[in-house]
Each structure stands twice: as C-alpha cells, then as structure tokens.
C-alpha cells in the first residue's frame, strides 16, 4: 500500500508545509489576544471605568473644602436672572408665602408703582414675610445684585426699570436713593454697632461703608413702624397674637417652605425637645428657610411672644 489513507487530509508536501504553519501561527494569534484581554488597561467594558482617575479622584475626595476668595479680586456679578432662579425664585415663582408671582402683572403692578428704589429698599431690608435679601448674605449678593434681580422681576411683570449702577472699584457702592438720608440720620451710636456686625466679613472701606448703610437702612424701618411698638403692650399674648397673624402665619398657617404649621402637635413636639431659649433664637435668627424674625421688624420681645402664642396653639 504505497497510497495515503483515502481522506487523509494532508496529500502534498505543500500542504505539509502550510499545516505546520498553521500549526504555529494560530497559538500564537490565541496567546496574544489572550494577553490582551487579561491586560485591564486595554479593557473599557461597563464597570471597569471605576478605576479611571476621574473616578478614584471622586472617591478619594476630601469631605470638606474650603473655598479661598480673593477679597481684592475683582467682583464677578451674577446677572438677575441669576440671583432671581438661585434666591429669589424660592417664593417668588410660586407666590408662597403671598409674595408677588413671577410674571404676574396683577401681584406687581401696585408694587412697581412705588418706584425702582423704594422696591430695590424692600427687598435689602425686608417687607412682612419677605426676608432682607431674600434671606442672603451681603457677602453672597451684593446690594447691586439684589436690585439686578429686582430690576429683572420687575419687568418681567411689565415694568421698565434701569439696571441699578454697578459699583465702581474702591467707592462706595450706591444704594437705592434715601438710603443716604437715612444713613446720615442714624449716624449715632446705634449705626456705628450695627455697622460693626454688619462689617464682618467686609474686607476694604467700601465694604464697610456699605455695610454703614446697610445698617442704617434697616434702622429706618424699625424708627417708622410704631405699629410693632404699640403691639408690645403689657398683654403680651396680644403682642404675640398680633405679630404671628401679621407676618408669622404666612408660612407657618399652612406649613410654607415645611415650617412647622400652626397647631400641628406632632410637628411642633419635635422642635419642644430643644430648650425654650433655643427655639426663641431660632425664631430671632433664623434658621434653614426661616428668615430672622420671620423677615419683620418686630421687637425681640415680641417675637417671643409669637413663639409662645405658636407653642400655646400645639399644646
Ligand atoms: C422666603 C420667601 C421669599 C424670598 C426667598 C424672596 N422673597 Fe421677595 N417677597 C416675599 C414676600 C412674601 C413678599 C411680599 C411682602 C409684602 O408685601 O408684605 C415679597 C415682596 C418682594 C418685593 C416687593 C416689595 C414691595 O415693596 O412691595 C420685591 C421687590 C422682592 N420681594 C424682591 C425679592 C428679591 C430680589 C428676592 C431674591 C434676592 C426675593 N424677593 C426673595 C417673599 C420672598
Ligand atoms: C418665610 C416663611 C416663614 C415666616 C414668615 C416665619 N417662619 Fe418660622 N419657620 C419657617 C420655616 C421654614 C421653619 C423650619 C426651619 C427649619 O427647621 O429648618 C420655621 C421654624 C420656626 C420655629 C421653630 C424653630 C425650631 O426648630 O425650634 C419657630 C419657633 C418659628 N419658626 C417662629 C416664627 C415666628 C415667631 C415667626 C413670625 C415672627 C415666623 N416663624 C415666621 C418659616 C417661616
């Protein structure tokens, strides 16, 4: 038998030659395709990008930061807008709490008619249930912040008001027009403390000029409003009753921004766990979306006194 086995698959040497070819070259293709899916590196399926630096750096992050501002750098003013969605837009998209709505020609037409300057004054100082500054900070928006964002809600509900003038480097930055007067007034003792605290935080002289006005502007208010003195009579229950339906129970009537509600035990029995004197502060200070004296100009008195007519009702 000198014939290969019928079938053999191997008939010439040129096949031999390719079989053993093959024979080589194809373990050697397995091995490298092998090391390259062993190799991570090469790998981006679901999952693996958990060690992509972006992600370890994410992980690994510090809890806290601490962000250091240049306090001589040059400002960067957020426009309107800007404030208007990130403070403003918090009751005034809405209504809550019986602010004017955005938009709304009706809630805003008698409130433009009192001019740029006088709105521009209310919302630094704050009116009934609105907080000063939509409850910021000065070193958050500035004054001239605060009356961009007035000037865009405006006129968005039909007004036509100029921008207020940005503050030039190094002057005072000018405040709506009788904050000066009322500067000038408040000149005494009185102003210079409330600019003191006002101050901290200020780091240059305009700052602290600002903060000056600042202070006596919300001076104004308090000397004009004999209303909340009057209140504060020997009956202080009165006293309390009087100031939490003027300001208090717009949040707190139907529970706005989750105040706790009028007369809801629960809610308020949370809040009793702290000391009396705690709960006082919170109401004199503010706390979360509670502004300061619920935004009033009320005597400290006065306002504890709401606090105790608000825990009397949840007893
Ligand atoms: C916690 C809710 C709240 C926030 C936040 C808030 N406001 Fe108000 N705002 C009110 C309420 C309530 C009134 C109505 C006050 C009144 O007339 O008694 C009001 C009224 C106003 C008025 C009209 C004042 C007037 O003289 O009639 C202006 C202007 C105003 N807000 C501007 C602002 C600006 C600017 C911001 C953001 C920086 C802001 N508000 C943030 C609740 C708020
Ligand atoms: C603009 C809405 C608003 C107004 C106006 C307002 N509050 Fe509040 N109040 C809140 C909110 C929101 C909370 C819950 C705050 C939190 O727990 O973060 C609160 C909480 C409180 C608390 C409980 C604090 C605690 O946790 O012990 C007291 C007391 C209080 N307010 C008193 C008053 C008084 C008094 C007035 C009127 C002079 C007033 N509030 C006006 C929104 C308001």
Redesign the pocket.
């Known amino acids: 038998m000198s014939e290969a086995p019928h079938g053999a698959p191997i008939k010439t040497p040129a096949q031999l030659i390719a079989a053993v070819i093959a024979g080589f070259a194809v373990p050697i293709v397995i091995i490298i395709l092998l090391a390259y899916y062993v190799d991570n590196s090469t790998r981006t399926g679901a999952g693996t990008d958990s060690l992509s630096n972006a992600a370890v750096d994410a992980r690994t992050a510090p809890i806290a930061k601490v962000e250091i501002r240049d306090a001589n750098a040059p400002r960067v003013y957020k426009t309107g807008e800007e404030v208007y969605k990130a403070v403003c837009a918090t009751c005034h998209a809405s209504g809550a709490?019986g602010a004017p709505k955005f938009t709304n020609t009706a809630d805003w037409a008698p409130r433009i008619a009192q001019g740029f300057d006088t709105l521009w004054h209310n919302a630094l100082t704050g009116k009934g249930?609105m907080?000063a500054r939509g409850g910021t900070s000065p070193d958050d928006y500035s004054d001239y912040e605060i009356g961009l964002a007035v000037a865009y809600m405006a006129n968005n509900a039909g007004a036509k008001f100029a921008d207020p003038p940005k503050p030039v480097p190094g002057q005072p930055a000018a405040g709506p027009a009788g904050a000066a007067s009322g500067a000038a007034a408040a000149s005494g003792a009185e102003a210079a403390s409330g600019a003191a605290s006002g101050a901290a935080g200020a780091s240059d002289a305009a700052g602290a000029q600002a903060a000056a006005a600042m202070a006596a502007m919300a001076n104004v208010p308090q000397a004009a409003a004999p209303a909340s003195g009057a209140t504060q009579s020997a009956d202080a229950s009165q006293a309390g009753k009087a100031?939490?339906q003027q300001?208090?129970q717009?949040?707190?009537a139907a529970g706005?921004?989750?105040?706790?509600k009028f007369g809801d035990k629960e809610a308020w029995a949370q809040?009793l766990k702290?000391p009396i004197d705690?709960?006082y502060n919170?109401?004199l200070h503010g706390?979360?979306?509670?502004?300061p004296?619920?935004?009033?100009n009320?005597s400290d008195a006065d306002?504890k006194a709401?606090?105790d007519y608000?825990i009397n009702a949840a007893k």
């Open positions: 709490a249930a907080p100031l939490y300001v208090c717009a949040c707190h706005v921004l989750n105040a706790p809040r702290d705690t709960i919170y109401a706390k979360g979306a509670m502004p004296k619920g935004g009033a009320a306002v709401a606090v608000m």
